[in-house]
Antibody, heavy 118, light 107 residues
Framework: QVQLQESGPGLVKPSETLSLTCTVA????????WSWIRQSPGKALQWIGY???????DHNPSLKGRVVMSVDSSRNQFSLKLDSVTAADTAVYYC?????????????WGQGILVTVS | EIVMTQSPGTLSVSPGERATLSCRAS??????LAWYQQKPGQAPRLLIY???TRATGIPDRFSGSGSGTDFTLTISTLQSEDFAVYYC?????????FGGGTKVEIK
């Protein structure tokens, strides 16, 4: 059974960098694509970006280049950094997996972590 | 960016009845559409991918249909555990985008 768990600070000051880590159990980071998705309070889901162990990555252009993602295979973790945060970045952040490049739907999700920018 | 529009925003249904949820894309998707269910305080759960294929462990009362720009999720006989918010997601183009959701509530 694949399990994902987000971790990181729940409170970030405006203009600082939001940093989150997702720890994966039950699957190797090698064979899948790993994403971050967020959900502002009472709002819909927004895809932030993905990373693959090969180094390929992409992110949502609406985030204007503020996103950096990385993989740590030795710890079976991947991470998100979001620069220059504002109150608009307050959201529940989920990490999730999609299996293959042509099948970019999310079959496993973490439970989510609320990050407040204030 | 492909815009996904879901309707209605809220659907009031009695247990045992059928629920029909719609999702429309601003561009053709082929069949690259997924549906998720989200309950309060929980992460979304994958229900349907490829517009009509149920994910592992999803009951057969959930069915998906459609292609191109218009898609439907049908819950044939609503159970108490089905009252939740449902989202569609396209994966035909980058960036991946979600619809605004349909809340299925008890009538």
């Amino acid at each position: 059974q694949v399990q994902l768990q987000e971790s990181g600070p729940g409170l970030v000051k405006p203009s600082e960098t939001l940093s989150l880590t997702c720890t994966v159990a039950g699957a190797s980071l090698t064979n899948s694509y790993w994403s971050w998705i967020r959900q502002s309070p009472g709002k819909a889901l927004q895809w932030i970006g993905y990373i693959h162990k090969s180094g390929s990555s992409d992110h949502n252009p609406s985030l204007k280049g503020r996103v950096v993602m990385s993989v740590d295979s030795s710890r079976n973790q991947f991470s998100l950094k979001l620069d220059s945060v504002t109150a608009a970045d307050t959201a529940v952040y989920y990490c999730a997996r999609f299996l293959e490049a042509g099948y970019r739907y999310f079959d496993y999700w973490g439970q989510g972590i609320l990050v407040t920018v204030s | 960016e492909i815009v996904m529009t879901q309707s209605p925003g809220t659907l009031s249904v009695s247990p045992g009845e059928r629920a029909t949820l719609s999702c429309r894309a601003s561009q053709a998707l082929s069949s690259k559409l997924a549906w998720y269910q989200q309950k309060p305080g929980q992460a979304p759960r994958l229900l349907i991918y490829g517009a009509s294929t149920r994910a592992t462990g999803i009951p057969d009362r959930f069915s998906g249909s459609g292609s191109g720009t218009d898609f439907t999720l049908t819950i044939s006989t609503l159970q108490s555990e089905d009252f939740a918010v449902y989202y569609c997601q396209q994966y035909n183009n980058w960036p991946l985008t979600f619809g605004g959701g349909t809340k299925v509530e008890i009538k």
